[in-house]
């Protein structure tokens, strides 16, 4: 077939089954690569389209594609959804009974299924194996494929498994791995623990114009909230909080000032929370109030607003729970209560985990801490952490709003690129600080650190200047996270280009909340 066949073939599909009238960003150049047998590694934002890109050349291809989710609710949505436009997709999981697997098994070994959706931990049962073994399988597709690693937010140890069996399964069976959130290092890691270091990567921008990002210190909660909702009366809105007591406890406080609101956890009966969500979706009530447990696979698109009442633990999470918002396109608000304490108690949350569980939390949390103190642009924050540079601010979330007190910082970067150069490119944020500062510290010691020329060289400047100044560097690409090790930090080409011919550079400084008053009317 040439070319514009298979496009017009695919264009077919895509009107015929779908309904759509045209691919959206890298949909086709995705599925043609699938098509291809090539192995395919996508990073798209939430609601960007990634089920199409599986479940198109599903249906074109010969055989079944098995799709791999670790979402079992959403498999059924998703299945039936599939079901009501004619095709034949099944599932396998844990919900189904014995006489409703073996249909599904009947109808797999007849070839007759185009897409299987299995979640990781049916997928390894051996008997699920050996069906599988005799069918004829079309390609495997590998969805929120971040949870494969443990340094991603939402670490599933039997998604770990997922290569040996695909092996066992077919000679060569491609892949595509898809995913909303992949920091850097998650993407090498899930490239590397798929052995699909040779995929092609197809990375969507994540920025997202219409969405306005805003950290407010968390002073009077409810006070604030209901400020906020009031402004936004009759708008459709998410509230996010930690705790199922929280949620009740804010979906209540709503309820008593006349806003529809209702809660929305996993502690919930099963047939009331679906209720509530039903209830969100057809707007009889304008509020959900809920946890985290609440927004998968929900497409709603006229979302005007997404609080975090509580500080979420990772960014991972934040951008994914604030991407339900304005998915339409229209201006949405992404506002997040910030208070230190809700740092503090997360912190002791983690306190009984596992060692390197424990690390990586807290590593996630500081990251959450520094995004909210900054007063760098908000999405360009959040690209950068997600691997993408914007060059350039939104122009519209709080921070581009409000002028913040600028600093010549020239003299500070050449010293923090100096200092990270001078001890080797082997060290972390926190070691830098302490050489520059002068700090009369152990482990500075230890290594000599104090006879470096840098050393004490910044004692005139606190802590927190110097962090400053360092993730900001960051943000303008000098300096970049060692991608084996992320608590290591190294100087970029394009740092050393700076340190050649270095030229005057305005930092912000940070916000200080403990002296900002919350807004009165
Ligand atoms: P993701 O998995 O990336 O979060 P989905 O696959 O759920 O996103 O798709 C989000 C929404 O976009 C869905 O409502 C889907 O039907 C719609 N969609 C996907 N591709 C297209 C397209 N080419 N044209 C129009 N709508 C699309
Ligand atoms: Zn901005």
Redesign the pocket.
């Known amino acids: 077939m040439v070319r514009t066949e298979i496009d017009d073939s695919l264009r077919l599909k895509?009107k015929e089954v779908?309904g759509?009238?045209?691919?959206?960003g890298e949909?086709e150049n995705i599925i043609r690569n699938i098509l291809a047998g090539r192995n395919t590694f996508v990073i798209?934002?939430?609601?960007?389209?990634?089920?199409?890109c599986y479940q198109l050349p599903a249906l074109v291809k010969d055989g079944t594609a098995i799709v791999i989710s670790p979402l079992i609710a959403l498999m059924k949505n998703q299945v039936d959804q599939l079901n009501a436009v004619g095709i034949n997709a099944q599932f396998l999981n844990s919900t189904l009974s014995k006489s409703e697997a073996n249909k599904v098994k009947k109808q797999l070994l007849a070839g007759e299924v185009k897409l299987l959706y299995v979640a990781p931990e049916s997928l390894t049962k051996e008997e699920n194996i050996d069906l599988l073994q005799s069918c004829h399988l079309s390609f495997a597709a590998i969805d929120e494929a971040h949870c494969i690693s443990e340094w991603g937010h939402d670490f599933r140890p039997e998604y770990r498994r997922i290569r040996s069996i695909v092996e066992q399964l077919g000679d060569g069976l491609p892949i595509i791995a898809?995913t909303?959130t992949a920091t850097p290092k998650v993407r090498a890691d899930i490239q590397k623990n798929l052995s699909m270091e040779d995929a092609d990567v197809f990375l969507s921008s994540f920025f997202r114009e219409n969405l306005y990002y805003e950290v407010r210190p968390k002073v009077n909660p409810q006070k604030q909230l209901i400020k906020f909702i009031k402004q936004h009366k009759g708008q459709s809105g998410i509230i996010y909080c930690l705790s199922r007591k929280k949620v009740e406890e804010i979906a209540e406080f709503l309820r008593v000032n006349d806003v529809k609101a209702l809660p929305y956890h996993a502690g919930m009966d099963a047939s009331i929370r679906m209720n509530n969500q039903d209830g969100f979706l057809n707007e009889d009530v304008d509020v959900i109030v809920a946890t985290i447990a609440f927004g998968m696979?929900i497409?709603k698109p006229d979302v005007r607003f997404v609080i975090h009442y509580d500080v979420p633990k990772s960014l991972e999470g934040y951008y994914q729970e604030t991407g339900r918002a304005g998915?339409d396109g229209i201006e949405s608000q992404c506002l997040m209560f910030f208070s230190p304490k809700d740092i503090q108690k997360l912190e002791k949350f983690n306190k009984d985990k596992p060692v390197t569980e424990r690390d990586n939390a807290r590593l996630l949390l500081q990251e959450m801490s520094y995004y909210s103190n900054s007063s760098v642009c908000r999405p360009r924050q959040l690209l950068h952490y997600f691997g993408e540079n914007m060059g350039k601010n939104c122009g519209h979330c709080d921070n581009c709003r409000r002028k913040h007190e600028e600093f010549e910082g020239k003299d500070a970067v050449l010293l923090s690129l100096k200092a990270i150069l001078q001890t080797g490119q082997r060290f972390g944020i926190e070691h830098i600080i302490n050489v520059i500062m002068g700090i009369d510290d152990q482990y500075v010691n230890s290594y000599n650190h104090n006879s470096l020329e840098v050393y004490g060289k910044g004692s005139n400047e606190d802590k927190a200047y110097w962090e400053t100044v360092i993730r900001q560097a960051m943000i303008l690409n000098f300096i970049q996270k060692d991608t084996d090790n992320i608590k290591i930090l190294k100087v970029t080409d394009e740092g050393l280009d700076y340190m050649d011919s270095p030229s005057a550079v305005m930092l912000t400084k940070d916000h200080d909340y403990s002296n900002e008053q919350v807004e009165e009317n």
Do not use: I
């Not at 759509?20 to 959206?24: G, L, T, V």
């Not at 939430?46 to 199409?52: D, F, I, M, Q, V």
């Open positions: 895509l779908f759509y009238n045209q691919f959206r949909q798209m934002p939430t609601g960007a389209g990634k089920s199409l898809l909303a696979g497409d998915r």
